[in-house]
């Protein structure tokens, strides 16, 4: 049973640059969520799909944008780079109404140079 | 708007003495409360979560939380350490269950033999 796999693993971009990141959730679940984890911080949170809809978005700029395919895969857009973005980016998913908890990826390693 | 603090930026403990890492909460309503653990270069993987009903959950490799609504604290406990347990633990709250989790800062577990 595959858990929540995230790729790339590592990504080197430059300021001003886009970026697209890509997860696939565990088998079974249906919504998915994203975090940004700067160094030495817990992860904080971006925006949240289900449905292939934005459910609920946290503190970031329309510069993080998302989408959520039917095959319940999701992926992380950040345009216009800036230094600040550089961090390991988290994705997570669970099932709906089932009291599932967050499973976490192994992230992807984002640093704008 | 929810929140959590863990106070402590580091734990030390001996092999085989028991550990607690410590976290307080403040959400306006009742809380969804989980414990992840973190190795480097990993994503995070859930120990044990609170929703409702006894104080004290038990969870995965031997970990167990304390929840006290009136210090609004849920606290990571382990009866004897290992040195495997060496890691980044993170506390987390939610308003709704399935919703967006704040996390605390982290707080590194050094177990030593």
């Known amino acids: 049973d595959a858990g929540v796999t995230q790729s790339p693993t590592h990504l080197i971009k430059t300021r001003g640059q886009q970026v697209t990141l890509r997860c696939s959730p565990k088998?079974?679940?249906?919504?998915v969520s994203w975090y940004q984890q700067a160094l030495g911080q817990g992860p904080q949170f971006i925006f949240q799909?289900?449905?292939?809809?934005?459910?609920q978005r946290g503190n970031f700029p329309d510069r993080f944008s998302g989408h959520q395919f039917p095959n319940y895969s999701s992926e992380l857009n950040v345009n216009a780079l800036l230094l600040g973005d550089s961090a390991l980016y988290l994705c997570?998913?669970?099932?709906?109404?089932?009291?599932?908890?967050?499973?976490f990826g192994n992230g992807t390693r984002l640093t704008v140079t | 708007a929810q929140s959590v603090a863990q106070p402590e930026d580091q734990v030390n403990v001996a092999e085989g003495n028991p550990l607690t890492v410590k976290c307080t909460y403040s959400?306006?309503?009742?809380?969804?409360l989980f414990w992840y653990v973190q190795y480097p270069n990993r994503g995070l993987q859930f120990l044990l979560k609170?929703?409702?009903?006894?104080?004290l959950v038990k969870g995965s490799y031997g970990f167990e939380a304390e929840f006290n609504k009136s210090q609004t604290s849920f606290h990571l406990k382990k009866p004897s350490a290992l040195v495997s347990d060496s890691a980044l633990y993170f506390c987390?709250?939610?308003?709704?269950?399935?919703?967006?989790?704040?996390f605390g800062a982290g707080t590194i577990l050094r177990v030593k033999s």
């Open positions: 987390a709250v939610g308003e709704e269950y399935g919703n967006k989790l704040v």
């Open positions: 088998s079974g679940h249906d919504t």
């Open positions: 799909y289900y449905e292939e809809e934005e459910r």
């Open positions: 997570a998913s669970l099932r709906q109404s089932y009291n599932s908890p967050l499973h």
């Open positions: 959400v306006s309503g009742n809380p969804y």
């Open positions: 609170y929703i409702t009903g006894d104080n």
